[in-house]
């Protein structure tokens, strides 16, 4: 028993609907970063934070940037000072069919696993942040005040590739550099198992456009005669794997090491299941590269994607064109050792060295973050480790991800600040898919065992 | 100087505004065939010209289908009778952005080489089907009545695979079987040679969807684990042709003859300039079957292409998902002795086996016509000839056509009835594409060319 943290658990447990209502009020706002339709919504989002915040006694503001805003607050006082992160932007929305309900008009839905929170963003990030908001707002409301120095930095642009999240850091370096960073944006190990992780993916993002002719031409009167993107670009995304699975672009595993044999036997122990992992989504064999484990391949290994290609005619019926261009988004997940720069020009390189005659090749940039291993010997993550262990079933396990929190490499390169990240999101959350949700227990389970480490932290 | 045919060449001469204006009226109804938000449009279209039809005397009806309406008019009395086969739809107009004018506002333009109708169908197809019908207007007005029986049938199908083509021929054999069909949907040679087209290509048209995991994927967590459909789709685009941009489906060339010598030296006759024709839409390699000329390519070899291709996020940003699904849209353009069933069977065989584990393809079908050789033999051929050579600064030429006119294999197949195909479309009218346009001369000559013919076919 604790009388410092009691009481804040208590307050949590008995004010569960009023910070439901305040998530469904963000939840509303349709924050989708990546489209430019969608500006003034994440200004709204930004606005309702800092509002949010300023009630808690936070100085707050919505600070301007080329572009959306980044909410930042400060709370608290004391020697310790513990930065908060999470990201108030969400990913479009589309296909809109496959949603069973509007996203932007979230939910408590009845499943056979329990209640979950339904709409955009619940999961990935507004329902993580609000875990955090809530813990402190409880703290306060019980305390009078936080027991450290606290600065929230909210960004708008995470799921759009961070953009102005840099430039932002350099410019406010001293106002945001804390003894620590904490980043809710990752998930569980399982329902009952929280995670602290401490490898993490990069990302490079490219777009690539192919154009042949001057115009669209007809597949009749130029069909054998006409070069066709289509047939050019399909041809460049197949040749970037081997028949083992491998990226083929050169120099891509250039300083990428094999996996330590003690990390290796520490995941083994998890009891990760495969089998049960690919099942969720009717898979049924690992598809990434010969001879690697799930687990392996999605959390130490890199890998080049297609997430997106277009051109010609692709509404209904069929429309026997030979198109000008096509176009392809192509996603690098990068490792450790990795130059995030030099898969760029090397990809490009291999692009342009395949291109036929009477063809060109253009390129745009959609990030490119390094990979990030944490500092587990910092006290605060063994402390977080037992905090989180307290309130879940099972003890707190040290993972990987498969995922990109740039914004973790960046406390480390752009302010000296290390991160530690933990978060309640679930692998069925069905972040960046249609139906996303974040389950209720996520939800409060995480506003507990955010004021356990809160408590862990001010010791 | 003929009594018969020179007062009908005067009378079209003086109505060329008000032929132009009943022109842009049909040009103003966006009659898309293949997109059923437009299938009120294509009705409006068909009951258009049959209000022209029945105001010139014709017993004329808009007949219903299960997709489109088609247009049956009958005029004229005696033994002989001639078909005329023309197509009422148009095609798309996507990219809408690239148009200089909205595509159903048609216009008259001063261009370089001329004036211009510009619109979408003005050459394909209702600028020529036009042609024909003014020729009989001008006709009726001068003498009262056509010199022979003349059925009109327009089709509303013919952009989007003619599904209801082949069964309302069945149905109504009797009544639309004539001596001869004559269809207008194919080109002059160049500006100032018209031509005969003796050899279509045939079309078969497929959609094949790759499907992998049960919804989108997050390519952080599922990347290096999941099948990703866009990769898989391009493979089997990729693997469609050979390094000799030969077509590697099994048994594809299956039937297909090398050109005979005596067909090839009258094409080398033509004086066909290969260097124009790519460099008029920017290339200059052609990118066909090695070793093969541009002429032969597209008149007389077989060929395979993406038509359109669609999968994961398309939209501006980002957005790193793993699609559940990615389809493209593939033609086959036919020659004589190939079996579009048998292809499309060695086709689907072909995408079925490339298929790694946990993937499914789906296929659907749109449209498989044979190539056709028209029988040239019929004296109608020379007399057309004659007539088209009479009317032009150069002879009249029998050609190739890379396009699909599946038509005329099917009047054959199904009403054993030949063809001859002559039309005043040129290369440069961007049909199938943005700023679609019909030489106004095309359009004047054209009318005139049509009561030629009709005065050497009463002979």
Partial sequence: MSARLDPVLARLDAGGDAALARLFDLLRIPSISTDPAHAADCARAADWLVRDLVSLGFEAGARPTPGHPMVVAHGGTGARHVLFYGHYDVQPVDPLSLWHRDPFDPALEDTPAGKVIRGRGASDDKGQLMTFIE?????????GALPFRITIFLEGEEESGSPSLVP??????DELTADLALICDTGLFDRDTPAITTMLRGLLGEEVTIRAASRDLHSGMYGGAAQNPIRILSRIIASLHDEQGRVTVPGFYDGVQELPEAIAAQWQGLGFDAEAFLGEVRLSVPAGEAGRGVLESIWSRPTCEANGITGGYTG???KTVLPA??????SFRLVAGQDPLKVRDSFRTTVRAM???DCEASFAEHGASPASVMATDNPAFEATRKALSAEWPREAAFTGSGGSIPVAGY???ELGMDSLLTGFALDDDMIHSPNEKY???AFTKGMRSWARIIDALAE
Same sequence: chains 1, 2.
Avoid: M, Q, V
């Fill in 135 to 143: 813990a402190c707002r409880a703290w306060i409301a019980e305390h």
């Fill in 168 to 173: 932002f850091l350099r410019e406010n370096r």
């Fill in 316 to 318: 209904a019926g069929f």
């Fill in 325 to 330: 261009e096509a176009s392809a988004k192509i």
């Fill in 355 to 357: 291109l036929p005659a």
């Fill in 411 to 413: 406390f480390r390169t």
């Fill in 439 to 441: 389950d209720l227990r």
